[in-house]
């Protein structure tokens, strides 16, 4: 009766072992998710602003150079139209397009750098301003944007319910001279005189009364 039991209890073991080893040595198809899946790729670095996009004072620019923290960093462009880096010192930025000074940088960060890699992003664009006043709903200045309209421009103020829509107008300066000219809101929206509808310079000013 003993051996009898002894045996069982071997032949259990032995049934318990051989599972574990199934187990162990299964034959399950790994994942084919985790199988497949190609291996993940760095996101890609944040693109430069447009390479027609020139630099003015007052911008406020983020350059990078890939493995050299100690030269990256976000720099205002003083109103001498210049910034101020490590090794370099004072670099003209304004005039230039993101692309040209990236170009620059590169070519002058490779006298203390082999083979830099530099990135410059335009990360606000505050040469790029015009000024809305009266009655609208958002005064102050305002981002322009490239090929920005009159009509864009009041699109984006609002106005007031006591705004004069008809007797709006522009001030803009050139050599020298201000120029006050026209703009009929509620003409223009009906396609009359599509030649008010001028696109926007820096430093205009939008006047609705």
Same mark, same amino acid.
Do not use: C
């Given at each position: 009766?003993?051996?009898?039991?002894?045996?069982?209890?071997?032949?259990?073991?032995?049934?318990?072992?051989?599972?574990?080893?199934?187990?162990?040595?299964?034959?399950?198809?790994?994942?084919?998710?985790?199988?497949?899946?190609?291996?993940?790729?760095?996101?890609?670095?944040?693109?430069?602003?447009?390479?027609?996009?020139? =630099?003015?004072?007052?911008?406020?620019? %983020?350059?990078?150079?890939?493995?050299?923290?100690?030269?990256?960093?976000?720099?205002?462009?003083?109103?001498?139209?210049?910034?101020?880096?490590?090794?370099?010192?004072?670099?003209?930025?304004?005039?230039?397009?993101?692309?040209?000074?990236?170009?620059?940088?590169?070519?002058?960060?490779?006298?203390?750098?082999?083979?830099?890699?530099?990135?410059?992003?335009?990360?606000?664009?505050?040469?790029?301003? =015009?000024?809305?006043?009266?009655?609208?709903? %958002?005064?102050?200045?305002?981002?322009?944007?490239? %090929?920005?309209?009159?009509?864009?421009?009041?699109?984006?103020?609002?106005?007031?319910?006591?705004?004069?829509?008809?007797?709006?107008?522009?001030?803009?300066?050139?050599?020298?001279?201000?120029?006050?000219?026209?703009?009929?809101?509620?003409?223009? =929206?009906?396609?009359?005189?599509?030649?008010?509808?001028?696109?926007?310079?820096?430093?205009?000013?939008?006047?609705?009364?």
């Amino acid at each position: 009766m003993k051996k009898a039991m002894r045996l069982a209890v071997l032949m259990g073991m032995g049934l318990l072992a051989a599972g574990l080893v199934a187990q162990a040595t299964g034959t399950d198809k790994p994942d084919a998710d985790k199988s497949d899946k190609p291996p993940a790729t760095a996101q890609a670095p944040e693109a430069p602003a447009a390479s027609d996009y020139v =630099i003015g004072a007052d911008d406020t620019l %983020h350059i990078s150079v890939w493995k050299e923290p100690d030269l990256s960093e976000t720099l205002p462009v003083r109103p001498d139209g210049k910034i101020s880096m490590p090794l370099l010192n004072d670099i003209t930025a304004a005039g230039l397009t993101p692309l040209q000074l990236k170009d620059s940088l590169t070519e002058k960060l490779k006298k203390y750098i082999a083979d830099p890699r530099v990135t410059v992003v335009v990360t606000a664009m505050n040469s790029r301003r =015009i000024f809305v006043s009266g009655e609208v709903l %958002h005064t102050g200045p305002m981002v322009l944007l490239p %090929h920005m309209t009159m009509l864009q421009a009041l699109s984006q103020a609002g106005f007031t319910q006591f705004a004069n829509v008809k007797g709006i107008y522009l001030l803009r300066t050139e050599n020298g001279k201000q120029e006050k000219l026209p703009f009929n809101y509620k003409e223009v =929206i009906k396609g009359n005189h599509p030649e008010q509808n001028i696109a926007l310079k820096p430093g205009d000013t939008l006047v609705v009364p």
